[in-house]
């Protein structure tokens, strides 16, 4: 053990890095979505007869909560493709928590696992309720039209009762669903014609509440090269999203055929680079 405080200061560097680096399983999650994008493929093949399922091409008179599961080009088997998404994403999340856990007992580092479970329950519950909400009720029912200024209002207030119940110390069970649901309607109003960011409306939802858990993902790891992946996969997704109308192949089985591919050789980076470190 040397005294001298500036060799002190390296060790304990050194130390954080390797505590760090030993915490690193983020290659698990990337392989994980990588392979559960890969297949739903079977159930992605566009239909070779579409049919128009929404006459004047506004919102449906009611919620459909696994509308947004699908993509935008029109699949066979719609419904299976959903329901298929809406199990793997709770099968996603929960598998990583329990590889967290399991790779916290096995190195003696843990990874919090609370904020990527409430991002991926925000994602979620945005997928299912904010986006059909936003949709079906704020665009149909509203009584003026939300323009850009107005929806930045609407999104500030909703944002803020989210906050509100979030921090609520009473009643948690019941608050933090209600702030969870507050907050997806807003970040949903992004996808107003005006604003013109395209979250998965009619499709491709998935894919945005897997970027927001990788984000998550990767602001807990504090990892370098699970940013970039987090930022390239999320860039390809709203590129897809906002492609995918002018880009038939993109907003069917090619696209998503994209984002697993970014997803598996990612997660094949990291693995291999975590292997390199040790």
Same mark, same amino acid.
């Given at each position: ?21 030993d ?8 392989l ?6 890969l ?9 070779p ?5 929404l ?8 919620i459909?909560p ?8 029109e ?17 996603a999340?929960?598998a ?9 007992r096995? %190195? ?5 696992t609370? #904020?990527?479970v409430?991002? &991926? =329950?925000l /994602?979620?519950?945005? !997928? *299912? ?6 949709t079906?009720?704020?665009l149909?029912?509203?009584l ?9 209002m ?6 803020g ?8 110390r009473?009643?948690r069970?019941?608050f ?11 970040l ?5 014609p005006?604003v ?9 939802a998935?894919f ?8 998550t993902?990767?602001w ?8 970039v992946?987090?930022v390239?996969?999320?860039t %390809? ?6 492609? #995918?109308?002018?880009?038939? &192949? =993109?907003? /069917?089985?090619?696209? !998503? *055929?994209?984002?697993?591919?970014v ?6 980076g990291?693995l ?7």
């Amino acid at each position: 053990m040397t005294s001298d405080p500036g060799e002190l200061l390296d060790e304990l560097a050194g130390l954080r890095k390797r505590t760090r680096d030993d915490r690193h399983g983020y290659w698990f999650p990337l392989l994980l979505m990588g392979v559960l994008s890969l297949l739903s493929l079977p159930l992605s093949q566009a239909d070779p007869h579409p049919t128009e399922h929404l006459v004047d091409g506004g919102p449906g008179p009611w919620i459909n909560p696994l509308v947004h599961l699908t993509l935008k080009t029109e699949v066979v088997h719609s419904l299976a493709l959903s329901l298929y998404w809406l199990g793997a994403l709770l099968v996603a999340v929960l598998a990583t928590v329990w590889w967290y856990r399991w790779r916290a007992r096995r %190195v003696g580092v843990e990874t919090p696992t609370g #904020s990527y479970v409430r991002v &991926a =329950l925000l /994602g979620l519950i945005a !997928v *299912l309720f904010g986006i059909p909400l936003s949709t079906s009720v704020i665009l149909k029912y509203t009584l003026f039209y939300p323009l850009p200024h107005v929806a930045a209002m609407v999104m500030a207030v909703l944002l803020g009762l989210a906050v509100l119940a979030f921090r609520a110390r009473r009643m948690r069970p019941l608050f933090v669903p209600v702030g969870l649901l507050l907050a997806s309607v807003a970040l949903s109003l992004l996808q107003l014609p005006d604003v013109g960011i395209d979250l998965g409306m009619g499709g491709g939802a998935q894919f945005m509440a897997i970027a927001a858990g990788l984000l998550t993902l990767a602001w807990i790891e504090r990892s370098v090269l699970c940013s970039v992946i987090a930022v390239v996969f999320t860039t %390809v997704a709203l590129i897809v999203n906002n492609s #995918s109308m002018d880009n038939d &192949a =993109l907003g /069917g089985a090619t696209g !998503v *055929l994209l984002l697993a591919t970014v997803l598996v050789l990612g997660g094949l980076g990291a693995l291999a680079a975590g292997k390199a470190s040790s």
